[in-house]
């Protein structure tokens, strides 16, 4: 089973502050998927990368794709209230016949 | 609203009850599925259906038994479950063609307590 890791798990900020979240590893995906879900909501995705060192950006939000599509991050610029929830990030790995293996995901809490 | 419907939204059951989830699309998707999310874990992906045929069955026990009459609904059978199987079950459905670049979408979840 492919494991995707992501970091930090856990992540209390102030609105107008800046954060990264990570999503790494040892398997090469041939997608990669980014998720939010707020609470009692299902996932909601926001994007969706598949180069190697793709970057795309949603408004606040930049994503990138690791040259190796084996990793990915997504930067919050100076976050809100609204961006609370937890991130999830989720890999299609190639050949593995479009199941997607999802990440232990990034609880974010923005607070005023 | 994302196009797919979870009832109910909460459940609380005995171990010896029988329940059903209930999942319906109204997005014209040819795929649905059934995952469980428990708190500290990833997304489980339980089970695939496409065009009503599972195509995946991630070895789930059989306390778990999925319906698929036809592309629009979806059923989780439950039975005789144990309080370890306490967890937000998550329906999704993709679009025709999904392929590296699909999309899931998901519904509420139903919240199950198994006491």
């Known amino acids: 089973t492919q494991l995707l890791e992501q970091s930090p798990q856990f992540l209390s900020i102030q609105e107008g502050e800046n954060l990264t979240v990570y999503c790494n590893s040892s398997?090469?995906?041939?997608?990669l998927q980014w998720y939010r879900q707020e609470p009692g909501e299902g996932p909601v995705l926001l994007v969706t990368v598949v180069t190697g060192g793709e970057v795309k950006k949603l408004k606040r939000l930049t994503f990138q794709f690791g040259d190796a599509r084996k990793d990915s991050s997504l930067h919050i610029t100076a976050a809100q209230p609204g961006d609370t929830g937890l991130y999830l990030c989720a890999g299609e790995v190639t050949g593995g016949g479009n199941k997607l293996t999802f990440g232990t995901g990034t609880q974010l809490k923005v607070e005023l | 609203e994302t196009g797919v419907t979870q009832t109910p939204r909460h459940l609380v059951m005995g171990m010896t009850n029988k329940k059903s989830l209930k999942c319906e699309q109204h997005l014209g998707h040819n795929a649905m599925y059934w995952y469980k999310q428990s708190a500290k874990k990833p997304l489980e992906l339980m089970f695939v259906?496409?065009?009503?045929?599972?195509?995946e069955n991630n070895s789930v026990p059989s306390r778990f038994s999925p319906e698929c009459p036809n592309s629009s609904h979806l059923f989780l059978h439950l039975h005789t479950l144990q309080p370890e199987d306490s967890a937000l079950y998550l329906c999704a459905s993709s679009p025709p063609g999904r392929g590296a670049t699909g999309e899931l979408f998901f519904g509420e979840g139903s919240r199950l307590t198994v006491l």
């Open positions: 259906y496409n065009f009503k045929e599972q195509t």
């Open positions: 398997s090469v995906f041939s997608s």
